[in-house]
């Protein structure tokens, strides 16, 4: 098992292929295991339903809809996740207010912070 790693994997729904690849990249090197890019919600609800997850980093849009649906499969599972959005994050409904967002354009060091964050957290629950 890697350092960062509960034992599950990193669930990552992004539309824009460079940026879904470029994460991949990183997250792959610093040392994640990684599922997705999914750029579809109804892939990464699917996925997030099953799967052994740690934690996700979700585009708020994935294709002009909303993510929320994977957001709400993830909750019912206590799997943290995170927020990546282009907007302001008022979009976001209040249920998922407690999710970090992390703005874009963003420093992959940002996302892995976030990251880290959000494990640690679940480590301690």
């Keep these: 098992m890697d350092?960062?790693?509960?034992?599950?994997?990193?669930?990552?729904?992004?539309?824009?292929?460079l940026i879904g690849a470029m994460l991949e990249d990183a997250l792959g090197d610093a040392g994640y295991r990684i599922l997705g890019p999914f750029d579809r919600v109804?892939?990464?609800?699917?996925?997030?339903?099953?799967?052994?997850i740690d934690?996700?980093?979700?585009d708020v849009r994935l294709d002009g809809e909303f993510v929320f649906p994977v957001?709400?499969?993830?909750?019912?599972?206590?799997i943290p996740f995170?927020?990546?959005?282009?907007t302001d994050g008022r979009e976001i409904p209040a249920a998922y207010r407690a999710a970090p967002i992390v703005a874009k354009p963003y420093r992959l060091t940002d996302?892995?912070?976030a990251l880290d964050q959000?494990?640690?957290a679940r480590r301690r629950a």
Excluded at 55 to 58: E, K, Q, R, V
Excluded at 71 to 78: K, P
């Design 3 to 17: 350092v960062r790693s509960l034992g599950g994997g990193i669930l990552v729904a992004e539309d824009e292929a």
């Design 82 to 86: 995170m927020f990546t959005s282009g």
């Design 55 to 58: 934690a996700a980093i979700l």
């Design 118 to 120: 959000l494990l640690q």
């Design 111 to 113: 996302v892995t912070a």
């Design 71 to 78: 957001a709400e499969a993830l909750l019912a599972r206590d």
């Design 42 to 52: 109804a892939t990464a609800r699917a996925i997030a339903e099953i799967e052994d």
